[in-house]
């Protein structure tokens, strides 16, 4: 089992930054797949970012060129850098860990975080 506390979130203008942080507890992440999800209200969680065990990354086109995702296996915590944010970034946004199947599908994670909230105003 794995606990996953997100941090980070927010209100803050367009055009500006946040850091989202992923704590993880009761086992090390060094072996895990990382994820960060989004819902927004009104809609469906959302895919956002990727980290695999080894590094590699993949974004949604929606935050591609703005959005990085990384990791420090030493602190057992992933990361989700913002920038250029836009009000359509405005959502709860979750972190999640190993998924059992297609990477950007909801349900293929078995643990997330409670959440943590970024607006982003006009």
């Known amino acids: 089992q794995v606990q996953l506390v997100e941090s980070g979130g927010g209100l803050v203008q367009a055009g500006g930054s946040l850091r989202l942080s992923c704590a993880a507890s009761g086992r090390t992440i060094s072996s895990s797949n990382m994820a960060w999800f989004r819902q927004a209200p009104g809609k469906e969680r959302e895919f956002v970012a990727t980290?695999?065990?080894?590094?590699?990354?993949y974004y949604a086109d929606s935050v591609k060129g703005r959005f990085t995702i990384s990791r420090v296996n030493a602190k057992n915590t992933a990361y989700l850098q913002m920038n250029s944010l836009r009000p359509e970034d405005t959502a709860v946004y979750y972190c999640?860990?190993?998924?059992?199947?297609?990477?950007?599908?909801?349900?293929?994670?078995?643990?997330w975080g409670q959440g943590t909230q970024v607006t982003v105003s006009s």
């Open positions: 980290i695999t065990w080894s590094g590699g990354t």
């Open positions: 999640a860990a190993d998924p059992s199947g297609t990477f950007y599908y909801t349900p293929s994670y078995n643990y």
